[in-house]
């Protein structure tokens, strides 16, 4: 182990190396504070290697299935796939933790605890997977009849895998409530996505900047992407220069084309831009070129439970707050004064709160100011770095 404090080994299968949470926050505050950082994770190339901030990594090639559905059933099941990899990989290494960041990892950590090296093993809970089944699952016929019980059939099946890990992270409330009823003995601790973006030049001035409003992360039809098109279609009529950014990556892909279609249709090729999903240390420029972030989440089980780490990007770069009337964002748009509530399902009310924000030049820095005010002190990343320290600490003290 060398002058390392411990060994930690992070394993993912839906999450890439460079991913902002994962790495840029957990893997490099751990490498900071002394550990050994190892990155275990699917992708589309075999691959090995180590980082410039000094986390190993070995991304292992993903299986690939045929399309036929039972077929593809069986094929899951032959055993020296992805997750045997995996297993032979992460066993190797012989960690002190073994820190699991993706549902579908948990078929490997029991195995990975029961190893004679007595290792420790933390389940991180990134998202609400029962209900992403109910919200996202959008097959035909029988299969779509069928997700209740298959999103009932996850949660038992999670719970179960879980039970005998050491800890569990969350990255809300409503998830640590719920884990802290199944294990109510167990340690459940939140980390919160805090932003770990530079804050060397906020500022709550509009003046040369790019863009009106700007959305980033995951573009998807549950995530407001046509409710914003619409919105900026009304918002033209009053305001012929009202600029959008979306920067993301675009799920399913076609939703790309389909906007690029309405955006042609509806004469908005100098309103909208796409950018596709940039490094995560170039999302700073684009925040500083934007005045107002959007936060336009429908009303699905999913966004109703998880927190969303844009909303403290947008608050640490001085953009007020254009969100919904729900959940997490709704609380912090109140309880800091940092933008506007609006129904996700209502273009007509986003196009008005749009330009209500851009021609009051007062509401607009103060609610920009809050906005800076209230990320500096509550919703830096560096606050919960030592949280993450002292809940290693704690575990390998055990």
């Not at 305001?239 to 906007?259: A, H, Q, S, T």
Request: with cysteine; glycine share 6%; aromatic share 12%.
């Amino acid at each position: 182990m060398g002058n390392y404090l411990a060994k930690i080994c992070f394993l993912a299968d839906s999450h890439a190396l460079y991913d902002d949470r994962i790495y840029w926050k957990q893997a490099v505050s751990l490498v900071k504070t002394g550990y050994e950082v190892y990155f275990i994770l699917a992708d589309d190339v075999n691959e090995t290697g180590e980082t410039a901030e000094g986390i190993k990594f070995e991304k292992i090639l993903r299986d690939k299935f045929p399309s036929n559905l039972y077929i593809n059933y069986l094929a899951k099941r032959i055993p020296g796939g992805l997750y045997a990899k995996m297993f032979r990989k992460a066993a190797s290494l012989e960690a002190d933790v073994y820190h699991i960041h993706d549902l579908k990892v948990n078929r490997i950590g029991n195995k990975l605890k029961n190893s004679s090296f007595n290792p420790k093993v933390i389940y991180d809970v990134h998202e609400p997977y029962p209900e992403n089944i109910l919200d996202y699952w959008e097959g035909k016929g029988i299969l779509r009849r069928l997700r209740k019980a298959w999103s009932t059939h996850i949660r038992k099946w999670e719970k179960k895998s879980v039970t005998h890990y050491d800890l569990i992270i969350t990255t809300e409330e409503n998830m640590q409530e719920r884990f802290r009823s199944y294990f109510p003995e167990k340690p459940v601790e939140i980390i919160y996505n805090y932003t770990n973006l530079s804050v060397a030049d906020h500022s709550s001035s509009t003046e040369n900047k790019e863009y009106d409003a700007i959305y980033t992360g995951g573009i998807t039809k549950f995530r407001g992407a046509w409710q914003i098109l619409e919105a900026v279609n009304l918002a033209k009529r009053k305001k012929n220069d009202i600029r959008i950014l979306f920067l993301g990556n675009w799920f399913p892909v076609n939703l790309r084309k389909e906007m690029e279609t309405f955006i042609k249709d509806n004469d908005l090729v100098n309103h909208v831009s796409m950018i596709n999903a940039v490094p995560y240390s170039e999302v700073a420029e684009y925040y500083r070129k934007s005045k107002i972030g959007l936060g336009i989440f429908l009303p699905i089980l999913t966004h109703q439970i998880i927190l969303q780490i844009k909303i403290f990007e947008y608050m640490n770069f001085g953009l007020p707050i254009v969100g919904s009337n729900f959940g997490h964002i709704k609380k912090i748009i109140q309880r800091h004064q940092c933008g506007i509530e609006v129904d996700p399902e209502d273009p007509e009310e986003i196009a008005g709160e749009l330009l209500n924000l851009l021609s009051d030049e007062a509401k607009y820095s103060r609610m920009s100011r809050n906005g800076i005010r209230a990320a500096m002190d509550n919703y830096r990343w560096d606050i919960m770095e030592k949280k993450l320290i002292n809940i290693y600490q704690t575990l390998l003290s055990e």
